[in-house]
Structure formats: structure tokens, C-alpha cells
């Protein structure tokens, strides 16, 4: 973080009752490199989310695509847009071709992070995270059991390379 706003915020979530638990820490430059040598430029500190369960996304999403290019059921359409929702597993995208499947899931990126709240208590209200409410109205939102998938993760692997061929 930079700067006396970006400091109270994390400051803010550090008190947060539920910090603890979440595993959030603000720390100094130096720990924050210590824990992502990855880290440049110059910040004042860091919020450190312990329990985040973030990747890094440039590998992981090369990663990912190499497995799933392993199974005759997998297509990748790069430079694609999905415009529209037209049905319980059918998506248009920008070039006008419907896409249906098993599952839609639909992996907006950072984007659209400033139009969701990340904590149940604080509430998105701009021009965008009204239109995201509208959009989203009748679909239904995916919340997985972290704690389960921790516990089995490796036996659904096996499962979805079971059931793909992979």
C-alpha cells in the first residue's frame, strides 16, 4: 500500500474483529518481500491476508490451460468476451456465437472487484455495482466449502482426470 488512505484501510481490517481469524497482518516492506520476493517498487507496508487463497495467476492460468488441452472435451477460445447470459449453461459471446456446457462459471477478474464488496458488512452502492445486482438477478452464485476442498482436494483431482481423460 501507498499512502495515508491505502494505510487506514488495512489499518481498518487489521481491527476488524474477524482479523484474526482471516489471518490479516500489516506488514513492513521488508516482511512483505520476505513473504512474496515477487514484491517491486517502493510501498510503505502490506496487508497480509494469511488465509487468502490466492495464486499467482500468470502461471497458474498457463498451467491450468495444459491440462485442460489434455482432454478431448476442452476448447480454448482466447481473445473471447462473454456478452450475455442465454440460458441455465449457455453464454453469448462478443463475436456472436452461443456457448453452452455442463456448467457456466463465470471468472470476471480484477475489474470487476471494484464493483463487489469483500466483506458482508460493507455494502458496493456506485453506478456499476448496480448494474452488476441487475445482471446478476436469477443467477445462481457458486460459494465453494474451502474447508472441504482443502480436506479432499486431491481425490477430486483425481476424479476430474478421471471423468476427462487427463
Not at 476488524?16 to 497482518?25: C, E, T, W
Not at 475489474?111 to 458482508?120: E, F, G, K, N, R
Not at 446478476?136 to 476442498?149: H, L, Q, T
Given at each position: 500500500m501507498r499512502g495515508d488512505l491505502e494505510r487506514a484501510v488495512?489499518?481498518?481490517?487489521?481491527?476488524?474483529?474477524?482479523?484474526?481469524?482471516?489471518?490479516?497482518?500489516?506488514?513492513?516492506?521488508?516482511?512483505?518481500?520476505?513473504v512474496n520476493p515477487a514484491l517491486r517498487g517502493d510501498f510503505d507496508a502490506?496487508?497480509?491476508c494469511e488465509r487468502d487463497a490466492a495464486v499467482e495467476p500468470r502461471t497458474a492460468q498457463l498451467a491450468l490451460r495444459a491440462e485442460l488441452l489434455k482432454s478431448p472435451g476442452?476448447?480454448?477460445l482466447?481473445?473471447?468476451?462473454?456478452?450475455?447470459?442465454v440460458g441455465e449453461r449457455a453464454v453469448r459471446d462478443d463475436h456472436g456465437e452461443v456457448h453452452?456446457?455442463?456448467a457456466v462459471v463465470l471468472c470476471t477478474g480484477a475489474?470487476?472487484?471494484?464493483?463487489?464488496?469483500?466483506?458482508?458488512d460493507v455494502k458496493a452502492t456506485d453506478a456499476d455495482a448496480i448494474a452488476l445486482t441487475e445482471?446478476?438477478?436469477?443467477?445462481?452464485?457458486?460459494?465453494?466449502?474451502?474447508?472441504?476442498?482443502e480436506k479432499n482436494l486431491t481425490s477430486y483431482i483425481d476424479a476430474w482426470k478421471e471423468a476427462t481423460g487427463s
Open positions: 488495512a489499518e481498518a481490517a487489521v481491527a476488524r474483529p474477524d482479523a484474526a481469524a482471516r489471518g490479516y497482518k500489516l506488514l513492513a516492506p521488508g516482511e512483505a518481500r520476505a502490506a496487508l497480509y476442452y476448447t480454448f482466447p481473445d473471447r468476451e462473454v456478452r450475455e447470459v453452452t456446457g455442463d475489474w470487476l472487484a471494484a464493483s463487489c464488496a469483500s466483506w458482508p445482471l446478476m438477478d436469477g443467477v445462481e452464485v457458486f460459494e465453494p466449502d474451502w474447508a472441504d476442498i
